[in-house]
């Protein structure tokens, strides 16, 4: 009988055998794209993937020189693929960022009613600020947070939050309808907490308490956030980072139900005002009265520093159409380390960032062919800083364009392809995972563009993935606004996230390479050569629905 070791290693290397062969036997790939199709194997996908995850970059925290490595690499990468320079002559993107440490003690938020003062704490209150603040309010409850004009909802319709407190439900109204105008049962644009956040801050208001709906099937963003144990168990905790010129100004709270339900006091039943929003489609925003909140945040420590977004750009050769730009991305950043423990961020995201890599040395190499195809539009690979820590690399290029937000095409997004889908806290008791996922694509965004899904579903017929649109009808888990192309979607611009789903090392130390299924990761990275291409090139490009 064979030894265990020897039998699993030979079982492997048949896998990794009869996949390649099945890719290329069924293969019918145009020989003008075959270059850079070849180029995308498995070894070097491996090796990569090897180096961004070992222990000499330190789990790619950012701002960090573990990360400052992973950012150089990139570069050189770039550079020897002969992609230019898109920032002017340099490959970055300068992201000036505020780092900040919490200090859970003596961060509070305070209810002050009739005399009495309730005060709470991590974890019943999630709240943060990048500066020391000490504020006191009225509030007042305001619904979902939400104006939508374009959908005829305003929940700051006929009241005045200027200068107060707003206190609101997460998520959208009607989200178990599939009638309802906000996408059925899918999350929109307004759904998300920095959406609302801004909202409430045009409207006056000076800070936001986000609290759960009530009603829900579903956890909510702080028991979401708690179930990521790898991250939330660190010894060491993780850093904030925000942008040092972002769009939001004010703080905001993630509430538990406990501390949502004692705000509200007896004057109004949370549950009922959910039911009745739900059931009329009416805003039914209150003031909160004889209730004042005390919000006090406080900074162990603070710094500024700078991360990159490493940024080239493949020149399309059509004089009009090369003005116009496809993107193809990732994220750079993990989670770094805590004492001795690395995150070393295998699937979430060396695999997207090696990725993206390779689509550089695919399409400079067989545009540059004797026979190769050439991209009409213009190509843009940008790979984004402090993803991590809240999407701020893609934020921060959202409103420092390097090419004209207008005349962007698509965006092939990439995060966490290298998995297979299993059950995980994120996932267990929420959405159903298929039974076999080792060929399988999750695809999140087509409802903003069924254009740009059908373009990857016909590329599809010369890879043979099992393509996968569940999380695109997810109101649970918040998929839709997790990854880097969100802030594209807020711009109007066809944008996909690619993903191969969660898993139990989500986040945790055990996101290793040699946990990579690198069959199904080299198929992922050849259908977005043929899909990058096509978007290149077709004639018609993919049209953005504002409301599906």
């Known amino acids: 009988m064979l030894n265990k070791t020897i039998y699993k290693y030979i079982c492997f290397i048949l896998i990794l055998c009869f996949g390649n062969f099945a890719i290329a036997s069924t293969e019918k790939i145009p020989n003008s794209l075959l270059t850079g199709w070849n180029s995308i194997n498995q070894s070097t996908l491996r090796n990569d993937e090897l180096f961004l995850t070992s222990d000499a970059l330190q789990g790619r925290l950012s701002l960090t020189p573990g990360d400052q490595k992973s950012i150089d690499w990139i570069v050189e990468q770039f550079k020897k693929s002969g992609l230019k320079p898109a920032n002017g002559d340099s490959y970055l993107q300068a992201v000036p960022l505020i780092e900040y440490v919490p200090d859970v003690k003596k961060s509070y938020i305070a209810l002050e009613r009739a005399g009495k003062v309730t005060k709470w704490k991590k974890p019943d209150v999630i709240s943060q600020f990048p500066q020391n603040i000490n504020l006191k309010s009225d509030v007042v409850f305001a619904g979902y947070g939400i104006t939508a004009p374009d959908l005829h909802y305003d929940d700051y319709e006929n009241i005045d939050v200027k200068g107060k407190i707003v206190l609101i439900f997460e998520h959208e109204p009607q989200e178990r309808n599939p009638q309802s105008v906000f996408n059925g049962i899918a999350n929109t644009i307004y759904s998300t907490n920095r959406v609302k956040v801004i909202n409430a801050q045009k409207h006056g208001a000076i800070a936001v308490l986000i609290a759960p709906e009530p009603n829900r099937k579903h956890p909510s963003n702080q028991e979401r956030y708690l179930s990521i144990g790898g991250t939330t168990k660190r010894k060491i905790p993780l850093p904030s980072q925000v942008l040092q010129e972002d769009d939001i100004n004010i703080p905001a709270a993630i509430l538990s139900d406990k501390v949502a339900n004692a705000i509200a006091g007896s ?64 994220h750079h950043d993990h989670d770094g380390m805590s004492g001795k423990q690395i995150w070393h961020g295998a699937d979430d995201n060396a695999s997207g960032t090696v990725g993206v890599v390779a ?16 991209p009409k539009r213009s190509i843009l690979f940008a790979v984004f800083a402090a993803e991590e820590r809240g999407l701020l690399g893609a934020y921060y290029m959202t409103k420092n364009p390097l090419r004209p937000l207008a005349t962007t095409r698509a ?93 139990p090392d989500y986040h945790h130390i055990t996101d290793t390479a040699d946990k990579i299924n690198y069959v199904k990761m080299q198929k992922i990275i050849r259908l977005a050569y043929l899909s990058a291409y096509e978007f290149a090139n077709q004639n018609k490009s993919p049209e953005f629905i504002i409301n599906p």
Do not use: C
Not at 276 to 295: E, V, Y
Not at 303 to 327: F, M, P, Q, R
Not at 360 to 373: C, F, I, K
């Open 267 to 330: 004057q109004i039943s949370l549950s009922k005002l959910q039911d009745l929003i739900d059931k009329d489609f009416k805003p039914k925003s209150t003031n909160i009265s004889g209730t004042q909140i005390a919000i006090q945040d406080v900074n162990k420590s603070s710094k500024t520093g700078t991360t990159y977004n490493v940024v080239g750009l493949l020149e399309g050769n059509d004089s009009l159409l090369k003005n116009e730009t496809i993107i193809l991305s990732a």
């Open 359 to 374: 689509l550089a040395h695919a399409l400079a190499a067989n545009e540059a062919a004797v026979d190769g195809l050439k």
């Open 411 to 503: 965006m092939i997004n990439f995060d966490m392809i290298g998995r297979n889908e299993t059950k995980s806290d994120q996932t267990n008791g929420i959405i159903d995972i298929p039974v076999n996922t080792t060929n399988r694509l999750n695809l999140i965004g087509a409802h903003y563009s069924p254009e740009y899904d059908k373009t990857v579903i016909q590329q599809n017929n010369m890879v043979g993935l099992d393509l996968d649109h569940r999380f695109d009808n997810d109101n649970a888990l918040n998929i839709f606004f997790r990854s880097d192309q969100f802030p594209f979607v807020l711009n109007h611009i066809p944008a996909f996230w690619w993903f191969t789903g969660f898993h």
